[in-house]
């Protein structure tokens, strides 16, 4: 089985200045990792993932991640943030090879003020 | 490619009636999910079909069901409905387990 922790539940900051939000996880198998951002009303939409190879993973929007196997760590980070990045952030797992079954964490609301 | 489609995208209900929710993925997806969206519980796995059948599912009552159909649309019930019930349903399609696509959802009040 696994789990994934959110640190952060609500991380506020101001506009231009850098984020760091924090996700742990736990599991018995190898496993891929996602960000995914959430706007108001609306889905989920992919920020970036990491399957296998290079732990330094690039993804929309300015976002990257680093993936650290020792630590279980998958954290996610923006240089310098703009208003319109203000959105709920999940990161969540998924076991390779086989069910689509993702578990997320509880999210971290990122809330960029002027 | 057209995305991932939920109708209705909202829905109000009383307690003890039963719904419907839709799911179209996107063309050439034979895998589609489902998950419950609460403020208290966060996302939660609902149950997962590929190729018409349920290939895992999540801690839910038996009143949440789904199936999905050869063109690969799929429909999830809820029966009875309890106050609790209420959330954002999320559906989402995908090729491999290396990605997933998610629909808009449908914002399901129970009152």
């Known amino acids: 089985a696994q789990s994934v922790t959110q640190l952060d539940s609500q991380v506020p900051v101001f506009e231009e200045a850098p984020v760091e939000l924090r996700c742990n996880y736990s599991?018995?198998?190898?496993?891929?990792l996602f960000w995914y951002v959430q706007y108001p009303n609306q889905g989920l939409q992919l920020l970036l993932k990491?399957?296998?190879?290079?732990?330094l993973v690039k993804g929309i929007n300015g976002f990257e991640a680093e993936f650290n196997k020792s630590q279980t760590s998958f954290h996610l980070r923006k240089p310098s943030v703009h208003i319109s990045d203000t959105a709920e952030y999940f990161c969540?797992?998924?076991?390779?090879?086989?069910?689509?079954?993702?578990?997320f964490g509880k999210g971290t609301k990122l809330t960029v003020n002027p | 490619k057209a995305g991932v489609t939920q109708t209705p995208r909202y829905l109000i209900k009383t307690r003890g009636q039963q719904v419907t929710l839709s799911c179209s993925p996107i063309?050439?997806?034979?895998?589609v999910s489902w998950y419950q969206q609460t403020p208290g519980q966060g996302l939660q796995f609902l149950f997962e079909y590929f190729s018409e059948t349920q290939r895992n599912k999540g801690n839910f009552p038996g009143r949440f069901s789904g199936r999905q159909f050869s063109n690969s649309r799929s429909e999830m019930n809820v029966s009875t409905l309890e106050l609790g019930d209420s959330a954002l349903y999320l559906c989402?399609?995908?090729?491999?387990?290396?990605?997933?696509?998610f629909g808009p959802g449908t914002r399901l009040t129970v009152l």
């Open positions: 599991s018995s198998v190898s496993v891929y």
């Open positions: 063309s050439g997806h034979r895998s």
């Open positions: 989402a399609s995908s090729f491999t387990s290396e990605r997933q696509y």
């Open positions: 969540a797992v998924g076991a390779q090879g086989g069910s689509e079954k993702l578990v």
């Open positions: 990491y399957l296998s190879g290079s732990t």
